[in-house]
């Protein structure tokens, strides 16, 4: 057993883990911050991916020993402390850029991760940061008017599908 | 995944160390190398992590105008950093996988795994790049040594890859939009001695030259110089995703787009 301590969304926690307990592992099963989802465990589909110092990491193939120290941000650092949505998930409810919700909190954390490097993206670089997030319900067309949505951009011309 | 013992020494000389106990086993980003202990295909006594190694991060241009690469440096890090230096090698690097796997994976684990399909190898071998280590230097030509295969011994470690920066360069990737691994793609970079063209995702040997190719480009610098040359199907990887003679055929249209990039 190690012992790891790094801040998940501004908080220090520190856990004893094994060399191969996983990010998504530490942060479900021993902070049970499970709005961190598991959805293929090959790190193909994106519903694990968190932020590592500030960059949007898959947790499912990352080792928590490989996190001792970082910053780490996942969904339930999203909202306010009141519960209140952030921007982006406020347009993903306005925009209805979820059905299931499985894949959602990876979507959310991939797009705050693309508006922090590119505020203003274009629906192309959109769909393209979103490579590695995989959606098995809404056909990606509301998830991508969403992040336009919450980057301020107009919207109402894109059409609902 | 079997446990392992983990380690992560913040030298060169201090990982070489700990890669010295049998069944020990170097840690770049991982993005390779967990899904492989997931699947327990490989199961390592300790990981001995690069991640922590300061001198093998980052991009930085030598003396002589080549661009050095540190072996841990993350593909994302390489789209950014060398984006000024060697902009088609930046532009391969922003093209592996996704946003989250470029934030991890790393030159010296993509160099060293010589995935058949991957896009770090057609890079190197295209530039004819020095692949750097703890114990020497390697030149591409002789570092690939066929799928999954390279000159690495045991424990040895990609401290840094050493670029020559042509006068123009592309690489065209030709995607397999499930694995995001390149179908097939071509690499051509044009020097003041002669051409170099470099293909990954279409052989069963995994990377190679296109000599016939770097021959016609060398003489006249035209897509129209490829006119009649083609790629032999035999060795070419087949499988669901494209048989062995959409491969060649693919080889010759993405080499194509690649000269045409440079003009
Ligand atoms: C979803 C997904 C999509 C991908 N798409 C692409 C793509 O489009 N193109 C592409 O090229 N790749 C792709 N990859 C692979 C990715 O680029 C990997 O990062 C890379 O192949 C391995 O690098 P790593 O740093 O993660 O190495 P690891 O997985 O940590 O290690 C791989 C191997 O290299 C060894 N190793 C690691 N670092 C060194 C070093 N410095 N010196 C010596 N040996 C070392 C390890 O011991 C291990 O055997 C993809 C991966 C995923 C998960
Ligand atoms: S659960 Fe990590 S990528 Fe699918
Ligand atoms: S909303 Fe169901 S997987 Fe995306």
């Keep these: 057993m190690t012992q790891v301590s790094m801040t998940v969304n501004g908080k220090s926690v520190s856990g004893d883990v094994e060399g191969r307990t996983l990010l998504s592992g530490f942060l479900r099963d021993h902070l049970s911050l499970t709005g961190t989802h598991v959805g293929c465990d090959t790190a193909q589909c994106g519903a694990c991916v968190v932020h590592v110092n500030g960059g949007a ?11 001792d120290g970082a910053e780490v941000g996942t969904i ?11 921007t982006i ?5 306005d925009h209805h850029g979820l059905q299931c919700g499985f894949c959602t909190p990876g979507m959310v954390m991939s797009a705050a991760a693309l508006l922090k490097e590119n505020p203003r993206p274009t629906e192309a670089e959109v769909r393209k940061y979103l490579e590695g997030n995989l959606c098995r319900c809404t056909g990606y067309h509301n998830i991508v008017k969403a992040i336009l949505a919450a980057s301020g951009q107009d919207v109402s011309s894109i059409a609902a599908e | 995944m079997y446990n392992f013992e983990f380690e992560k020494p913040s030298t060169i000389a201090d990982a070489v160390a700990a890669l010295g106990d049998e069944d020990a086993q170097a840690l770049g980003g991982g993005q390779t190398l967990i899904p492989t202990l997931k699947q327990r295909l490989a199961s390592p006594s300790a990981l001995v992590s690069l991640s922590g190694i300061a001198e093998m991060q980052g991009v930085c241009v030598e003396d002589d105008g080549s661009v050095a690469i540190g072996g841990a440096t993350p593909h994302a890090v390489v789209a950014r950093e060398a984006a000024g230096s060697y902009p088609a090698l930046a532009a391969l690097a922003g093209q592996i996988g996704d946003p989250a796997v470029r934030n991890r994976g790393t030159i010296g684990g993509s160099v060293a795994n010589n995935d058949p399909a991957a896009c770090y190898p057609a890079g190197v071998l295209g530039s004819g790049a020095t692949i750097v280590t703890n114990t020497r230097q390697i030149a591409a030509d002789d570092f690939f040594e066929g799928m999954f295969s390279t000159a690495l011994e045991e424990g040895e470690i990609i401290t840094s890859v050493r670029f020559p920066v042509p ?17 097939v793609g071509v690499y051509v970079a044009r020097f003041a001695d002669g051409v170099r063209v470099a293909v990954t995702g279409a052989s069963e040997d995994g990377v190679f030259r296109w000599s016939e190719a770097e021959q016609a480009l060398s003489k006249e610098f035209r897509a129209d110089a490829l006119m009649g040359l083609s790629i032999n199907p035999m060795n070419m ?7 062995k003679d959409y491969r060649a055929h693919l080889v010759a249209v993405m080499t194509k787009r690649a000269v045409a990039a440079c003009l």
Aim: charged fraction near 15%.
């Design chain 1, 57 to 67: 990491v898959k947790s499912c193939n990352m080792l928590a020993v490989e996190a």
């Design chain 1, 76 to 86: 339930e650092g999203q909202a306010a402390t009141d519960g209140s949505l952030n």
């Design chain 1, 89 to 93: 998930q406020q347009a993903f409810q």
């Design chain 2, 167 to 183: 006068q123009a360069a592309s690489y065209q990737k030709f995607l397999q939009p499930a694995s995001r691994f390149a179908l």
């Design chain 2, 237 to 243: 990887i087949g499988d669901l995703h494209g048989s």
